[in-house]
Structures are given as C-alpha cells and as structure tokens.
C-alpha cells in the first residue's frame, strides 16, 4: 500500500547540515574517549593502494562516478 504522503523520519527529516553537525560531534567525541582508530602512516599508505587498485577495475559505471564524487570531497 504506498501513499505519496511519506514523511520523512529520523536523520532523513533533518537537514544536510544538521546531519553533518551530529555526524562530526560523535566522531570528535569518539577521538576524545580514544575509542576511535588512528590510523599509521603504513596503514593509510596500504588503504590507499587499495583504493586504487579498485578504482582501476570499474569501468565507466555509476560506481566508479560515486567513488570519483567521494574522492573530490
């Protein structure tokens, strides 16, 4: 049974910026309890490689178009 009068609820009724506030507020919070990873240089390093190496196997796909936006940010 779908209705066109769907509202939004949760994090999908705030605005972008309000998400963006709530996001950055848990995960300076998470930095300050220690609970959050840190990465090493070598770490990084590693995930970087990876990253490319994907980015390299997806032809001109809304995949690759995605991971392309990200990298912008």
Same mark, same amino acid.
């Given at each position: 049974?779908?209705?066109?009068?769907?509202?939004?609820?949760?994090?999908?009724?705030?605005?972008?910026?309000?998400?963006?506030?709530?996001?950055?507020?848990?995960?300076?919070?998470?930095?300050?309890?220690?609970?959050?990873?840190?990465?090493?240089?070598?770490?990084?390093?590693?995930?970087?490689? @990876?990253?490319?190496?994907?980015?390299?196997?997806?032809?001109?796909?809304?995949? @690759?178009?995605?991971?392309?936006?990200? @990298?912008?940010?």
């Amino acid at each position: 049974m779908a209705t066109n009068n769907i509202k939004k609820r949760g994090f999908g009724s705030l605005s972008k910026e309000k998400r963006s506030l709530i996001a950055s507020s848990g995960g300076k919070r998470a930095h300050q309890l220690k609970r959050a990873h840190q990465w090493t240089k070598e770490e990084a390093r590693k995930a970087g490689q @990876r990253g490319g190496r994907v980015l390299k196997g997806i032809k001109n796909t809304k995949a @690759r178009q995605k991971l392309e936006q990200v @990298r912008e940010i």
